[in-house]
């Protein structure tokens, strides 16, 4: 299984929105609506920010939100936060019980 | 509260063994799946391994296939990880991680293991 393609950084200015693709293939982003969207800080174990797809867990800023177009995944932050700064992963179901994990996406806050 | 603690993790030669637990509490454990995930320093994600809630199904990623076994204890409420034949490319964070429908929603502290001689 190979990782999900991210971009290796994305940036805003405190405000502005900001938008993370997650390109996958047929076999996992096209082809299950199980894609979930991590975020690590440094030294933290990464928390869940979006399930399904684009499904919030509660106590999650409705400033994060999902969605899915084919086989590529996007986050989108809006509002962007100096608190928002952190590594972003993508995650899909792959088939047969196994998950793949993208590349990660650094979002700086300007 | 969901809580999930990490143990076991070691400095360990490579071709060795080494087994990590998980101790679960703050919900019922046999209705979950859960898994373990790890973080090579530096890098990224990579889901490692999974178990259904019953323990009767497992699920490995092709790096450790045939290499390392999970397991449950459901009296004890605990997620094991066996690991033989250890390799340097195994030094990492391993998480243990609750399961919902497709996804982590509770993640462990992590514990680190590290392969080198």
């Known amino acids: 299984q190979s990782a999900l393609t991210q971009p290796a950084s994305v940036s805003g200015s405190p405000g502005q929105s900001i938008t993370i693709s997650c390109t996958g293939t047929?076999?996992?982003?096209?082809?299950?609506?199980?894609v979930s969207w991590y975020q690590q800080h440094p030294g933290k174990a990464p928390k869940l920010m979006i399930y399904?797809?684009?499904q919030r867990p509660s106590g999650v800023s409705n400033r994060f939100s999902g969605s899915k177009s084919g086989n590529t995944a996007s986050l989108t932050i809006s509002g962007l936060q100096a608190e928002d700064e952190a590594v972003y992963y993508c995650c899909s179901y792959a088939g047969s019980g196994t998950y793949v994990f993208g590349i990660g996406t650094k979002v700086t806050v300007l | 509260e969901v809580q999930l603690l990490e143990s076991g993790g070691d400095l360990v030669q490579p071709g060795g063994s080494l087994r990590l637990s998980c101790a679960a509490s703050g919900f019922t454990f046999s209705s979950y799946a859960t898994s373990w995930v790890r973080q090579a320093p530096g890098e990224g994600l990579e889901w490692v391994s999974g178990i259904g809630g019953s323990g009767a199904t497992t699920f490995y990623g092709d790096s450790v296939k045939g290499r390392f076994t999970v397991s449950t204890d459901t009296f004890n409420n605990t997620l094991y990880l066996q690991m033989n034949s250890l390799r340097v490319e195994d030094t990492a964070v391993y998480y243990c991680v609750r399961m919902g429908r497709g996804y982590f929603d509770f993640w462990g502290q992590g514990a680190l293991v590290t392969v080198s001689s």
């Open positions: 399904e797809v684009s």
């Open positions: 047929s076999s996992d982003v096209g082809s299950f609506n199980l």
